[in-house]
Structures are given as structure tokens and as C-alpha cells.
């Protein structure tokens, strides 16, 4: 399930950011959905920089990926508290090679 849902949010994130299909070509509906992906807004934050364009036309495209960090905090947050329990970790004093659960 993980490798599934990988590949629906990696193969989108490369194809259409502009690298391999031109941004500019693309249907209005697909650049509408292009403009969510943060590789998209870096590429147009590294074509800013890289035109020497005034800071303005750069201020969209920066707000938009601090909001799309800040969405991938709190859900990483809501979905990832807690982190991995220690009941995985060896006990202290246990020998290598001996586990440390008994078998069921």
C-alpha cells in the first residue's frame, strides 16, 4: 500500500513541476494542478533567481511552498506522534544473539 501511494505522489511531482513536460504548454487544468506540487513552485522560484526578476514576482511562489511545509508539518504531525515505541530495543543486559522477546 505504501509503494502504491508513493508512486501516485512521486510520478505527478515529476512529470509535471515543467522538467520533463513545459510548464507553460500544458492544458490550464493540469497547470492549476501543477501549482500544488512544491517542485513546481521551486522551479519557478529558480527561474526568479536565475532571470534576475524583482523580488515581487518570487513572493507567490514562496508563499505557496511555506504553506504547502506547513500542511506537510501538521499532517506529519497528526500522523506520526510518537514516534517508534522502545519495546523493539534490546533490554539492557541482554547477551547478542539472544532475543529479547519470547516466542509465541
Known amino acids: 500500500m505504501a509503494g502504491v501511494l508513493a508512486g501516485a505522489l512521486y510520478f505527478p511531482m515529476l512529470l509535471f513541476p ?3 513536460l513545459p510548464y507553460e504548454r500544458m492544458p490550464a487544468a493540469l497547470q ?12 519557478k522560484l529558480l ?4 532571470l534576475n526578476t524583482p523580488a515581487g514576482s518570487a ?11 506547513a500542511v506537510c ?3 506529519s504531525l497528526k500522523f506520526f506522534r510518537g514516534g517508534a515505541s522502545k519495546s ?8 547478542p544473539g539472544r ?6
Not at 532475543?99 to 509465541?104: E, G, V, Y
Open 59 to 69: 513572493l507567490v511562489p514562496l508563499a505557496v511552498t511555506l504553506v504547502i511545509a
Open 73 to 75: 508539518i501538521c499532517l
Open 99 to 104: 532475543r529479547c522477546f519470547p516466542s509465541n
Open 18 to 20: 515543467g522538467a520533463t
Open 32 to 43: 492549476r494542478l501543477a501549482d500544488i506540487l512544491p517542485l513546481t513552485q521551486g522551479g
Open 88 to 95: 523493539h530495543l534490546p533490554a539492557a543486559g541482554a547477551r
Open 47 to 50: 527561474e526568479a533567481a536565475s
